[in-house]
């Protein structure tokens, strides 16, 4: 190791414990740092009738189309909802949600509001936004603490059957809206249980299993079928599935394949993917898949390597694992981060350093073959790529060593190979090709979204793809 080793600047010092005390929690309150890393329970503390019908009334009610209904993918009914909280009709304010959005006790809490609902109202112009998450995770656990469970309405039997390939957010999206149609509705899934990233990746210290698993619940109660541990292109093909009597074919597969940085050593023991290590790490031993049946043993000195959510929940997971210092090293700025500034504030308070304008080269191992170091090269910004960002530029001779026993990459995803196989046009980058009004893809009687079909996303953007597919497909089905 020729190279210097890593000596701590400013760019990467910890927060100081008054910086902590001083960083905005977005006006959301959640548990202090120091308590919340002894445990994956949610951070979020949530709201009481009073600060909730307070908050509601800060809503001035723009006049429709209203910024946040727009910025919202589902389009919630925002100004209407306030109102009913306003007036302390939390039940209502609820079930106003679930019209036009078939998870909202889940994207309450995870969904990038900063950048969606709550990035666009109108008090941003001199003040801090209603807290139109917190608001939703509120009233629809409140819904749920009243009524026990929701009941999930059934149409009239309509003798048409679908099949959904693939129960995360968007495949039960569209299993919910095709039952409310009175369609039969089968929900295959790879896993041992149906959430997609909901249960196998997003941690809990997000959004708890026990939401989860009682949206589960709630629609196997209205007579959807889940057929688990069952992957769809070895275990029964698309075209088997017609053949056993489905009339249409939703393909909601995710993207959940771990994209690699190509570098030496990304094989070494101690250097883990990202989603595995977070699946690993946070779904129950019993839930989890073949072949990640264990916890993940991390050590003292932990790097992960990327910028975006994914990125910051390995920080917060390693940190809860029992790491004593962890980095973030990213290629660019913060500036250029893709992540939600939120999830970084709440990992800097829990204790991650970041490293920006660093690039790993190569993973280094002792004599036995252990991960002990980083190579890494510092970065500067260039000319724009096609996107508009900057394109990092390696600095000549600015190599370093980062000592480390840990490393864990989050550098995006890529769509499972098996949605090729299909006779499905693709795009370049190998998602779905699918017609963006209805969500039909090029064989007749299938249709697609998610992931899948948009690259890395968002859970409300895959929930509304799938309601929206859920619509193209009862209209279809009604035509046969
Ligand atoms: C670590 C992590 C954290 C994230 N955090 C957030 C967040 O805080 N907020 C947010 O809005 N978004 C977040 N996202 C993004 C969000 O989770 C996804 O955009 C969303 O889950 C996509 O939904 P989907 O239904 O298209 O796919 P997925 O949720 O990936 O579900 C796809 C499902 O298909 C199944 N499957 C795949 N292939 C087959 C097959 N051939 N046969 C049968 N089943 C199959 C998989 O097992 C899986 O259950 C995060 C993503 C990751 C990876």
């Known amino acids: 190791m020729s190279n210097p080793m890593y000596s701590f600047s400013d760019d990467c010092s910890p927060l100081s414990d008054r910086e902590r005390v001083n960083l905005p929690y977005y006006g959301v309150d959640v548990r202090p740092a120091h308590e919340r890393i002894y445990d994956f329970d949610e951070i979020l503390l949530p709201f009481d009738e009073q600060r909730a019908r307070f908050e509601a009334a800060r809503c001035i009610h723009c006049p429709t189309p209203a910024a946040c209904v727009t910025a919202c993918p589902v389009h919630n009914d925002i100004p209407t909802i306030m109102c009913l909280i306003e007036k302390g009709n939390f039940l209502e304010a609820s079930q106003t949600f679930r019209l036009t959005s078939t998870i909202p006790e889940i994207c309450g809490r995870v969904c990038p509001q900063e950048k969606l609902c709550q990035g666009s109202c109108v008090h941003n112009l001199r003040n801090e936004p209603v807290l139109i998450g917190p608001l939703e995770v509120f009233v629809t656990d409140y819904e749920r603490s009243v009524k026990g469970s929701i009941t999930i309405r059934k149409g009239a039997p309509s003798g048409r059957k679908v099949a959904i ?189 970041y490293l920006f304008l660093t690039q790993p080269i190569r993973f280094i191992a002792d004599g036995n073959g252990k991960l002990t170091a980083m190579e890494c090269v510092r970065m500067e910004l260039g000319e724009k790529d096609a996107k508009g960002r900057r394109s990092p530029v390696p600095i000549p001779d600015s190599n370093f060593i980062l000592e480390i026993d840990t490393a864990i990459t989050a550098v995006g995803y890529y769509p499972f190979p098996s949605i090729g196989e299909t006779g499905l046009d693709v795009t370049r980058n190998g998602l779905i090709a699918i017609d963006s009004k209805t969500g039909a893809t090029s064989r007749r009687g299938i249709y697609a979204g998610g992931d899948a079909v948009r690259g890395p996303s968002l859970v409300v953007e895959a929930t509304a793809d799938g309601i929206r597919a859920a619509s193209s497909i009862h209209e279809y089905l009604t035509k046969l």
């Open 165 to 353: 390939v693939g129960g995360g957010p968007s495949g039960l999206a569209c299993a919910e809206r095709l039952i409310n149609f009175g369609h039969d509705v089968t929900v295959y899934d790879q896993r041992p249980i149906p959430g997609g990233l909901l249960m196998y990746g997003i941690p809990g210290f997000k959004l708890s299993s026990k939401v989860l698993m009682a949206k589960l619940n709630e629609l196997q109660n209205a007579g959807i079928h889940f057929v688990t541990n069952t992957f769809i292109g070895k275990d029964i093909t698309i075209d088997a599935l017609f053949n056993d009597g489905f009339d249409a074919v939703y393909i909601s597969v995710g993207a959940g394949v771990d994209a690699q940085l190509n570098i030496p050593g990304e094989d070494l023991p101690g250097v883990f993917k990202g989603t595995e290590f977070l699946i690993r790490s946070n779904v129950n031993l019993d839930l989890l898949p073949p072949g990640m049946t264990t916890r993940p043993k991390i050590g003292k000195r932990v790097a992960v390597i990327g910028g975006g959510d994914t990125a910051s929940d390995c920080e917060r997971t390693s940190i809860r694992l029992g790491a004593q210092e962890v980095f973030c090293i990213y290629r660019r700025t913060e500036d250029e981060m893709p992540g939600v500034s939120k999830d970084r504030t709440f990992a800097r308070q829990e204790g991650t350093r």
